[in-house]
Each structure stands twice: as structure tokens, then as C-alpha cells.
């Protein structure tokens, strides 16, 4: 009886795994417990595990840190290498790989970045230390918004979860430069000096056409260390290291380099560092909180950046793209489609409290960051989610059994 129930479990969890929707699923369900143990008697638990101070020694060298700031400096570094690994993929041979493919998403990525953007700094003004986040609410978290989308099946056009993805990995490749550009500390310049040399040694090993990917990750490894010491943020190191992977040539076993890699790292990606970084960041006591609490400028810039800035922004920046003639609406999807997903752009979620991780570092500002986060990304992803839901409703209606969805 036991070894039946093990196998129906072991069965049950491999069916949930292979769902498309399973690591967005296991994001909601990290924020959620890590929002529940913030709001109970079991908070001081959750507060020891996640600050926990962690020490690394490898002979003369220390790395002490707490355990949420390994998982935002460390665990995020390997995050950013798979976003850089698909940005590059994209941009090589993918949905960024031409101009006529690339306009719409990236006009829509730019829209849906600076309107947020401007929203928040309107609201933020006054404040200059809060005015620091004006980053915050130009996120949008690829994860948790295809995750919402997965939900819906075939019941949205698949040409949609192309564009979603597109504006994410825009949307990402812009969070990486406003990281790299806005939130640097006080710059060491040895260290930086000793980062070019290894990514030097990296464009080298590409340009030789190594075929070990070992010898990548290694020197990958010491390039975090380096840009860690020099104030550059070292989840950069990521992004860099995956640039130098090569994706036209195999590896010892015929494999793409760059592909293999992505395939390897993106279940623990999905199934562990963004899960763990959204426990470790998503817990914000309700506690105290009022109305007044969330028309503050910091958590209200950033819900209103979020919900507002996001859907006029994407939404927006495309229509004026389309009425010019030199775009058109994803291939079967009707307006309602488009506004649905727009509004999925609002959940800024892992990049967002990323980026405020980055911009505060005291309790007076985390968890108005945080309580902004969660809320505007809950209300994206709850008016996303029945907006689409809403539209393949109507076409069911509108659409005879059988019947093909007629041109746009």
C-alpha cells in the first residue's frame, strides 16, 4: 500500500513538472507561503531562516553574507545566465532575430518600460530617496507571466505567448542595462581590471571555438567573484558568461553549447532558484497596513506603475505602432487579447523586488517595496488572467462548432 502511494505521488509530481504552467504555479505558491509565515506566529521563523548570516571560506578567502542576500547575489546570478543564454538565442536565430520581428515587441517593451517609469517618478517627486526605486515598476517577471497565460491553454492564440515572450526577454535585456548603468555601488578598479581580463579570456575561448563548457563556468564563477568586489552587480556576470557561449558550435557530445546549457539550467531555474528567491523576497507583513499605508508614494508609484504604467504603456506604444500601419496585432488575436496581455506585463514580481533589493536595504523601505510589488503584480495577474479568460469565453460564443477563428 505504501509503495503504491509513493508511486502515485512520484507519478503525480512528474505529470506536474511537465506542465508549462508548473514554474510559474511554484512561484505563486513560494510567495504565497513566504506572505502566510510574514502574517502568523511562525514570522520569526521566517525572518531567522532568511537572514541567517552564511560564511564561505576557500583558504585566505571569505565570503560572509546573509542567506537572502546569497540567493539575490549568487542563486540570481545563474537566473540572469539563462536569461542571457535566451536572449542571445533570440537575437542569433529567434523572435528578435530580425527587424520586422523584433519591432513590435521591443516598441512595446520600451513603452511599458518608460511609462511606469514616469508614473512612479511623478508620484515619487518630493522623496529623493524613494525616487530611487523609480526602476522598480518597469519589470515584467517572464516566469510568473507566461505562468498566468499557461493557465488559460488553447484557450488564447498561441501567437500571443510569442509576443509575451518577446516583450519579457526586450523587457529583461532592458532590466540588465538599467542595473548595469543605475544601480552600481562605489566601483574598485582593480577588480574591474581583473573582470575584463576574465571576460577577455571568455571572448577568447569562443573565438577558438573551445568545446568545454566546464572551463566556461569556472572562469564564470571567478568573474562573479570579481564583479562582486568591484561594485558592479555581480548577477551581471551571468548575463556576460552567456554571451561567450557559443550557440553554433557542438559540444563533445554534438550538442549546441548554448542550447544544451539553457536545456540543463532552465528546470532549476524554474524549479528552484525562482521559487527559493521569491520565498526569500516576498514576505511582507500586513500588519499596521491601512489605506493610508498604500497611498504612500513608494508602494503606491509602484502599483500604479505596475497596473496603470504597464497595460497604457505596452498597450499603448503597440497601437500607435499598428494605426501607423507598421505593425499588426499577433496573428488570431483580437484587441481584448491584446489588453489582456498587457495588463500580464504588470506582474513585475522577481525583477521588481530584484530591483528594489537593489535600490533600498532597510526595513523602512523594504516592505512598502514589497507590499507594492505584491500587490501590483497580484492585480495584474488577476485582471490578465480574466480578461483573456473573458475574450475565449466571447469567441466560444460568437464562433460555431468547428468554425475557424476568422482574420484580425
Aim: hydrophobic share 55%.
Amino acid at each position: 500500500m505504501a509503495d503504491a502511494s509513493l508511486r502515485h505521488f512520484s507519478n503525480a509530481l512528474t505529470s506536474f513538472l511537465k506542465l508549462e504552467s508548473a514554474g510559474g504555479l511554484l512561484l505563486i505558491g513560494s510567495a504565497a507561503l513566504a506572505l502566510i509565515l510574514s502574517n502568523t506566529g511562525l514570522s520569526g521563523i521566517y525572518e531567522w531562516v532568511v537572514y541567517m548570516p552564511v560564511e564561505v571560506r576557500i583558504g585566505p578567502l571569505v565570503l560572509a553574507k546573509p542567506l537572502v542576500l546569497w540567493i539575490n547575489d549568487g542563486l540570481m546570478s545563474i537566473f540572469f545566465l539563462l536569461v542571457g543564454l535566451e536572449v542571445k538565442r533570440e537575437i542569433m536565430e529567434g523572435e528578435l532575430s530580425s527587424l520586422a520581428q523584433v519591432v513590435l515587441p521591443a516598441t512595446a517593451a520600451f513603452g511599458g518600460m518608460a511609462l511606469p517609469a514616469a508614473i512612479f517618478y511623478f508620484l515619487n517627486r518630493a522623496d529623493p530617496v524613494t525616487l530611487g526605486g523609480w526602476a522598480i515598476p518597469t519589470a515584467t517577471d517572464i516566469a510568473f507571466a507566461l505562468g498566468i497565460l499557461s493557465l488559460l491553454g488553447s484557450r488564447v492564440p498561441g501567437s500571443l505567448r510569442l509576443f509575451l515572450t518577446a516583450v519579457a526577454i526586450a523587457d529583461d535585456l532592458g532590466a540588465i542595462v538599467i542595473i548595469a548603468v543605475f544601480y552600481t555601488a562605489n566601483l574598485t578598479l582593480l577588480m574591474l581590471v581583473l573582470a575584463t581580463v576574465i571576460v577577455s579570456v571568455l571572448a577568447l575561448l569562443n573565438y577558438l571555438r573551445v568545446r568545454n563548457i566546464s572551463v566556461y563556468l569556472v572562469l564564470g564563477a571567478v568573474l562573479w567573484f570579481f564583479l562582486l568586489k568591484s561594485g558592479v552587480h555581480a548577477t551581471l556576470a551571468g548575463v556576460v558568461l552567456a554571451f561567450t557561449i557559443p550557440l553554433k558550435l557542438e559540444d563533445v557530445n554534438g550538442h549546441s553549447m548554448l542550447r544544451n546549457l539553457e536545456h540543463r539550467l532552465h528546470p532549476w531555474v524554474a524549479f528552484a532558484i525562482l521559487p527559493i528567491f521569491a520565498f526569500a523576497n516576498a514576505g511582507v507583513s500586513f500588519a499596521g497596513v491601512s489605506v493610508n499605508t498604500l497611498l504612500q508614494p513608494l508602494p503606491l508609484g509602484i502599483v500604479a506603475g505596475l497596473f496603470l504604467g504597464k497595460l497604457l504603456g505596452v498597450f499603448g506604444a503597440s497601437w500607435l505602432l499598428i494605426a501607423s500601419g507598421k505593425a499588426r496585432l499577433p496573428e488570431g488575436a483580437a484587441t481584448i487579447h491584446f489588453v489582456g496581455v498587457a495588463v500580464l506585463c504588470g506582474i513585475g514580481f522577481t525583477m521588481s523586488l530584484f530591483i528594489g533589493s537593489l535600490a533600498f536595504n532597510t526595513a523602512e523601505y523594504l516592505t512598502p517595496l514589497r507590499l507594492g510589488v505584491v500587490l501590483g503584480s497580484a492585480l495584474s495577474a488577476a485582471c490578465g488572467y480574466a480578461l483573456l479568460r473573458l475574450a475565449s469565453k466571447a469567441d466560444r460564443v460568437e464562433q460555431p462548432s468547428g468554425a475557424g477563428r476568422p482574420a484580425s
